[in-house]
């Protein structure tokens, strides 16, 4: 089971780390004569190697130089802009509102042939209507204080639903019981929300599992993540969205998701859990 979300991240931050202290010990020079070089403190050069700060574009060109490495620059570069994209900041993502964001989710289910989801605290994006994403994007800007675009990125939210009919995608879906329980927006926005569930349930593009609460875990809650043709999984966390591709952690989460489906009711009996769920909203 996958035990911290941002683990390929980080551990692609220290794979940088390492490639730049062994430019440094080729070069046959220390931290102090690198940071001399360099002219910064030797603090920064300490970070670096540490993997607790982030170099800048500026700073590993500096570095390639002091280490008379500048053929390396381009290759070191490119590789810490997708160490960065690894671990993208909801707010850094939201700067200039949620829109984009929508628009890049968008481009990632056009691009896949199957998602498999697992979510534990809301319903997924694809499976939302317009009244529930609305409150929802309504209160995530709320809380983050990002730029309010709600209107457009709804709009682009629910584009997604496209998929559902067109194209050859398939959407693998397990939702924790207390998910359609707890309320987002108003009693009828959560109504409305629960009846959309049961319409797109018997799309043949759609398999939608429930994860009883009662029930006995094999294994246990997690954060929501999004399984890509098992080349990309996206794991959301409350500040950020970890993007992971190496095989290792997504073998992990492919097992993750296979455990959670073994504790999930289909068909008739997710169907009860469903409309459950709408009667006690009366």
Aim: aromatic content about 8%; some cysteine; charged content about 25%.
């Amino acid at each position: 089971m996958p035990v911290s979300p941002s683990s390929s991240a980080q551990a692609a931050r220290e794979a940088l780390a390492l490639r730049l202290g062994h430019l440094m010990r080729d070069a046959g020079i220390n931290g102090r004569e690198l940071s001399r070089r360099c002219r910064w403190d030797k603090a920064k050069t300490s970070r670096i190697l540490g993997a607790k700060a982030a170099p800048s574009d500026t700073d590993i060109r500096a570095w390639c130089t002091a280490c008379d490495a500048e053929d390396q620059a381009d290759d070191l570069v490119a590789t810490a802009r997708t160490v960065e994209s690894m671990y993208m900041e909801w707010r850094r993502q939201h700067r200039a509102g949620m829109r984009r964001a929508q628009e890049d989710v968008f481009a990632r289910n056009a691009a896949a042939r199957v998602c498999r989801a697992y979510v534990s605290n809301v319903i997924p994006g694809f499976f939302q209507t317009a009244d529930y994403a609305t409150a929802l994007m309504r209160s995530i800007t709320d809380f983050q204080g990002t730029p309010d675009d709600v209107a457009e990125a709804v709009a682009a939210r629910l584009a997604r639903s496209r998929f559902l009919y067109e194209g050859n995608h398939r959407f693998v879906v397990l939702i924790e019981e207390w998910v359609l329980r707890s309320r987002i927006g108003t009693a009828e926005t959560m109504a409305g929300q629960l009846t959309h569930l049961l319409t797109v349930m018997p799309l043949p593009s759609v398999s939608l599992g429930i994860i009883p609460t009662g029930v006995p875990r094999t294994a246990w809650p997690l954060e929501a993540f999004y399984l890509y043709d098992d080349q990309h999984t996206v794991v959301e966390t409350l500040t950020a969205g970890i993007n992971i591709r190496r095989p290792r952690e997504l073998a992990d989460y492919a097992k993750a998701f296979q455990g959670l489906a073994r504790t999930a009711v289909h068909g008739d009996a997710a169907r009860a859990l469903i409309r459950a769920a709408i009667d006690s909203l009366e």
